[in-house]
């Protein structure tokens, strides 16, 4: 791979983690939110619409930076990726002109009614603002996720001679087995975020002893959302994903296993570290035979290494493909551990006064970000060396006709760019948090400009 | 097929420059006419409900043309690789500054946002105008279909040209004026008081100026590329667009001296949907000409996905945009009236 190529990754990489960081919260919190306002309708309780408020504040700061990141990512098709773009947008075109027309323009038309339309909706009305911009941030994260289980396990194509595509069947591109599996699974994830920053927030309220009343609102739905959805995310989200990628992209789940040889009654392994000179892992620590039964559902089953590939196949980066799913993997099965005992604690009313799981629960907050940005990873080294799956490579894609000096130069001014992003989010989001919940219905005249974000 | 998809992409970037073209002139002008802390909220407060959408448009425009014309979009947006690249960072930092502004506790902080929102929006206007400006003139195609353009080269419209150079320069300068006129009647529309007034009295001073540059760019356009002629010589009928063109800046001024911001405002929407539109029907069935062979454009037939694809694509799409056009609908009818700088009135 020459020095273009690598840039011109590294750019798409660098933007689309960060972009990421922000719509991962927005999908789980837009869930979390509509079971708050959903809670004050059915009890009549306002704790829980001033919770709803509370988190509206910080969706707003989330949802702007989730905005202006995602932006140039629509464009770093066609700037970066040109020859990708050129052949591919009469497939992958569709759904990424489908976000813009049936979400974004859901999204921004109830965002503003959402956040400072209470007032004039009344109660139902409001739940509706809420439950549109809820639709509208999930179907976006759809549209995305087609877009790249086309990548993943190219479907419902014909390709022409000049080497461009074109869908030939809308409903099969929309419901590509691969897209559904990876939606159920990514959309688990996010509500794991939201989850665990909402049950974080709760925890920090409790431990300083501030907003008790909606510190434990935070921490009841955050910690019973967490337990739903970290288990769902191993099964049968992960599990049922991990068996088809395993059945269409062999290569890729020996790479991530750390599969060098072909093994019946494969084992897991749980640590070590790849060696992919020697094809070995060095200190490796694994269980017999799980890995085949994971796959195929009994022990003795036959699981391919990476030695019945050749190498012009293997994923381009096998160690950081292998540690991406590790730390994905092993922080989803910590997540499990961690929310089991909080709602046991919850379930035995001793979960407020357990300051050490309140700490525990607080110093989680990072994890679900790593693990989503791990599983990401995952999913996208473990695809090269292709761009299409089996069909184009990542060298074939990029634009020839930017070099690696312009594409280091904008690259540079991202990085700058999204740093000082980064700190006006924490400094914001952190004066929200100290700033605390509580308060009436927020009055547009007193709460500054009306906003859409 | 490929005509009515021509027509869609051009439609989807005209709703775009109307609407957030009033956005864009707003932030130009919001540096000028609001002074106090207030008056420059209110400003603020005139477009916070609906930027966000109207920006929406360039999005779903940028994915129509993926869809429909990928090897424009794909040539285009590698070509200007590097003007395209400082719209997304200015893209960023407006709405970081039309948004954040309302959290910031200190003078500093809001005078920072306001900064950051005043000349992203600025720089905004001049670079879509330029564009605009270098998709009429041409770039050097190659046999490939790929092109890439430096910032500048000499500033002549040569066979080397750059990204600036004094014909993309007026393009750019067309644009401030004009959006900054309509960004003017639009606050105009949406405030009263002092902040009205003084909107009029600066769409009123520019009006001259926009007569002239209008004039300029088209003597400009003629003697770049006498050829966009061709279509409006092939079909005369055409030549009802500059006319509409010329009604619109009439009734600009005619409007504004009968103090009617409303139809003040329609007007400068309508000129420019007329200068768009012109512009389109001028150089369909290219989309992006070579300065070097003619025979190197990109153009409607040699850029356009597979027909299936388009074919379906017209269902969904029509579907979609009813459905955003009604949310459009919606919510402009939910926000309307004038934002008062005081007391509930407006959008309370």
Avoid at chain 1, 170 to 191: E, K, R, T
Wanted: glycine share 10%; aromatic share 16%.
């Amino acid at each position: 791979m020459d020095g273009a190529a690598l840039i011109h990754r590294l750019h798409f990489a660098f933007t689309v983690t960060f972009h990421y960081l922000f719509p991962q919260l927005t999908m789980g919190l837009a869930l979390l939110i509509v079971v708050l306002k959903t809670m004050a309708l059915r009890t009549g309780n306002d704790a829980y619409n001033q919770a709803a408020r509370f988190w509206a504040k910080i969706f707003g700061i989330n949802f702007l930076m989730g905005v202006v990141t995602g932006i140039p990512m629509e464009f770093q098709f066609g700037t970066n990726w040109s020859h990708f773009a050129r052949l591919t947008g009469g497939v992958i075109g569709q759904p990424l002109v489908m976000e813009g027309v049936f979400s974004f323009f859901l999204e921004s038309a109830f965002l503003g009614l959402f956040l400072y339309g209470e007032k004039r909706l009344g109660p139902k009305g409001h739940w509706w603002a809420a439950f549109l911009v809820f639709l509208g941030s999930w179907l976006s994260g759809f549209f995305i996720i087609v877009t790249d289980a086309w990548m993943q396990h190219p479907v419902a194509y014909q390709r022409f001679a000049d080497g461009s595509f074109q869908v030939i069947s809308f409903w099969g591109l929309l419901f590509n087995p691969w897209a559904l599996l990876q939606y159920a699974h990514n959309m688990s994830g996010a509500v794991i975020t939201a989850a665990f920053v909402m049950s974080a927030v709760g925890a920090y309220y409790l431990l300083e002893g501030i907003f008790i009343e909606q510190g434990r609102i935070f921490l009841r739905v955050g910690v019973i959302a967490g337990v739903i959805f970290s288990i769902l995310q191993i099964f049968p989200t992960g599990d049922l994903h991990g068996r088809y990628m395993a059945q269409h992209q062999p290569v890729t789940t020996a790479a991530m296993e750390g599969l060098f040889k072909t093994e019946t009654g494969a084992p897991i392994v749980i640590l070590g570290q790849p060696d992919e000179e020697h094809r070995r892992i060095d200190n490796p620590l694994a269980v017999n035979k799980v890995l085949s039964f994971l796959i195929y559902g009994h022990t003795s089953a036959e699981v391919k290494g990476l030695n019945e590939f050749p190498k012009d196949v293997w994923p381009t980066n096998i160690p950081l493909l292998y540690y991406s799913y590790h730390i994905m993997a092993g922080l989803g099965t910590i997540f499990v551990a961690v929310m089991v005992v909080a709602v046991f604690l919850l379930w035995r009313k001793k979960l407020f006064a357990s300051r050490w799981m309140l700490w525990i629960l607080m110093l989680c907050l990072p994890f679900p970000y790593i693990a989503n940005t791990a599983g990401w990873m995952t999913a996208e080294i473990g695809r090269q060396p292709w761009l299409v799956y089996n069909i184009m490579r990542t060298t074939e894609g990029y634009s020839k006709n930017v070099h690696a000096g312009n594409a280091l130069f904008t690259l540079l001014g991202f990085m700058g760019l999204y740093t000082v992003l980064a700190i006006l989010f924490l400094y914001l989001v952190h004066r929200e948090i100290l700033h605390g919940p509580g308060g009436a219905v927020t009055d547009v005249n007193l709460a500054g400009p009306i906003t859409v974000a | 097929m490929l005509f009515v998809w021509f027509w869609l992409v051009a439609v989807m970037i005209t709703a775009y420059v109307v609407l957030d073209g009033f956005d864009l002139g707003a932030g130009v002008l919001h540096l000028f006419i609001a002074k106090t802390d207030e008056e420059r909220r209110t400003v603020i407060r005139t477009i916070g409900p609906v930027w966000d959408g109207n920006e929406v448009w360039l999005l779903a425009g940028g994915g129509t043309l993926y869809f429909a014309f990928p090897l424009l979009y794909a040539s285009g947006f590698s070509g200007f690789y590097l003007p395209l690249m400082m719209v997304l960072w200015l893209l960023v930092l407006r709405g970081i500054g039309i948004e954040l502004r309302g959290h910031a506790s200190s003078h500093v902080w809001r005078g920072f946002f306001d900064g950051c929102f005043g000349i992203s929006s600025l720089l905004l206007i001049i670079f879509f105008g330029a564009a605009l400006g270098n998709v009429i003139r041409g770039v050097p195609l190659q046999k490939d279909g790929y092109f890439f353009l430096p910032l500048w080269t000499d500033w002549r419209v040569g066979p080397r040209p750059g990204v600036l150079d004094w014909y993309t320069v007026i393009a750019g300068l067309v644009a401030l004026v004009a959006l900054t006129v309509h960004g003017a009647h639009y606050v105009a529309l949406k405030t009263d008081g002092e902040l009205n007034l003084r909107a009029r009295r600066l769409a009123g001073m520019l009006w001259p100026a926009l007569l002239i540059v209008t004039l300029l760019s088209l003597w400009a356009t003629l003697s770049v590329r006498a050829e966009l002629l061709n279509n409006y010589k092939n079909y005369p009928v055409l030549f009802v667009i500059p006319a509409a063109v010329a009604a619109s800046l009439i009734c600009m001024f005619v409007f504004r001296w009968k103090t009617n911001d409303k139809a003040v405002f329609l007007s400068s929407s309508a000129f420019l949907i007329f200068m768009l539109v012109g512009a389109a029907a001028a150089v369909y069935p290219n989309l992006l000409m070579s300065t070097t062979d003619p025979t190197l454009n990109v153009t409607v037939y040699n850029a356009a996905t597979g027909q299936h694809s388009l074919s379906i694509g017209l269902i969904w799409w029509g579907f979609g945009m009813a459905l955003a056009v009604s949310y459009f609908v919606f919510i402009y009818r939910m926000f309307k009236g004038k934002v008062t700088q005081t007391g509930t009135g407006g959008y309370a």
